[in-house]
């Protein structure tokens, strides 16, 4: 019999009732050390007292308000995000996939309105992931995400990730209006696009006109150090797409864009009942007083600093077990030569929270505010859960590395 919540996810058996800093409680009162932060979602943490001084005050006073009329939480979220970003507009939506809808309904529009309707194409990249409508599933274009469900949305041409001919070759075809890839890509497994790929694309696209357009719904919001992730590179995109963080665990994102590239999204072209709703907008601005701090960046640079150098020490310590930490910030992955299942599970048993991703990577995506105590605490549960994989990987010896008897 179907389960009555659709079983489309494959559950670990935990269940959590509450949440504080970076820690989950399950009814009985164990507790685990959250890395996952709801899938670097929970960017302060769980419980944090900002987020629900702002959520409860805004609930007492307005808890929703259509979009027929000016919502004043959500102009000053917009004038925060313009303030500290590359954008001159945002539209706010309730996730990274509605904003994956309207950053590729955007770029058809503008090119439309220049009068290239012709320029339908999206360049997209292998490993990507932009989330499961249909057009975030047509630009993803994977086997794992799109069998079953076509007729797919047309126009993603999709290429190899880090294949950098076919995407010379690509850029010049006069259908291609705009490029969408992750700086640090999430789900595909923690992989940074290094800082001058992102600066060749951006001069090939204002070479070309072709818009860029960058997925930070993963990678934004802080997580690598700085408030979005291509600042590194120093290069700004046309359009953005932002979601998780934002909302520190209240549904919301945003699609950011230039005036430019956002000149075809006029009065009746998109719209959405829950974007920008004064309760999400109201957190999200307690989230961008937080994060958009330079002394928070700071912090979050330092602890990243931190927590990378433990981790190379645990694949220094457990080369059986784990091939290398890569990513940025605090948007981590190892990298295993176990599968990373068994590492997650082998977590789960040391009260630790991993995530898996794609090239068995587990990440390590920690509240950005995460004590360097937790950091320490959270090493010591991930070298036991290592100790105990790597032990079943040598027979020979048993968890405390004594040979068994009689041999
Ligand atoms: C890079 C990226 N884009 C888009 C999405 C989709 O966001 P949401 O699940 O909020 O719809 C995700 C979610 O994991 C993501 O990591």
Redesign the pocket.
């Given at each position: 019999m179907i389960p009555s919540v659709l079983p489309t996810y494959n559950r670990a058996p935990l269940s959590f009732v509450k949440g504080e800093g970076s820690w989950l409680t399950e009814a009985d009162g164990s507790r685990y050390l959250d890395l996952g932060a709801g899938?670097?979602v929970n960017a302060l943490g769980h419980a944090n007292p900002a987020l629900i001084a702002a959520l409860t005050e805004q609930a007492g006073k307005l808890w929703h308000l259509s979009n027929l009329y000016q919502i004043p939480e959500q102009q000053a979220l917009a004038d925060a995000l313009v303030e500290h970003s590359f954008a001159d507009t945002a539209f706010f939506t309730?996730?990274?996939?509605?904003?994956?809808e309207l950053a590729v309904k955007m770029a058809r529009k503008y090119w439309y309105d220049k009068g290239q309707p012709e320029r339908v194409k999206i360049i997209t990249f292998s490993g990507?992931?932009?989330?499961?409508?249909s057009a975030?599933i047509a630009a993803a274009g994977s086997e794992k995400m799109t069998k079953g469900f076509g007729p797919l949305l047309p126009g993603f041409v999709h290429l190899e990730f880090g294949d950098h001919e076919a995407l010379f070759a690509a850029m010049k075809d006069p259908e291609v209006g705009a490029v969408l890839l992750?700086p640090v890509?999430?789900?595909g497994g923690i992989r940074p696009v290094p800082d001058q790929c992102l600066k060749g694309l951006r001069d090939l696209c204002d070479e070309t006109g072709v818009l860029m357009i960058l997925?930070?719904?993963?990678?934004g919001m802080g997580r690598t150090g700085r408030l979005f992730a291509h600042e590194w590179a120093g290069i700004a995109p046309d359009i953005m797409?932002v979601?998780?963080g934002i909302g520190g665990g209240f549904?919301l994102?945003a699609v950011l864009a230039t005036e430019e590239a956002a000149s075809g999204m006029t009065a009746g072209t998109h719209g959405s009942t829950y974007g920008g709703n004064p309760l999400a907008c109201a957190v999200g601005l307690a989230v961008m007083n937080a994060v958009a701090a330079p002394a928070f960046l700071d912090e979050v640079n330092r602890k990243a600093g931190l927590l990378r150098q433990r981790l190379e020490g645990l694949v220094a310590a457990h080369s059986d077990v784990f091939e290398a930490v890569r990513g940025s910030g605090l948007m981590l992955g190892l990298k295993c030569k176990v599968p990373n299942g068994d590492m997650v599970k082998a977590g789960y048993a040391q009260h630790v929270l991993t995530v898996a991703a794609a090239d068995n990577v587990i990440r390590i995506l920690p509240a950005l505010n995460i004590p360097d105590a937790d950091i320490a605490e959270a090493i010591e549960r991930l070298d036991r859960a290592a100790q105990t994989l790597g032990a079943a990987l040598r027979p020979e010896t048993n968890l405390k590395g004594e040979a068994p008897k009689g041999q």
């Open positions: 899938i670097a309730n996730s990274g996939t509605e904003a994956c990507a992931f932009h989330g499961r409508s975030g992750e890509q999430g789900e997925d930070e719904v993963q990678c797409m979601a998780k549904p994102g």
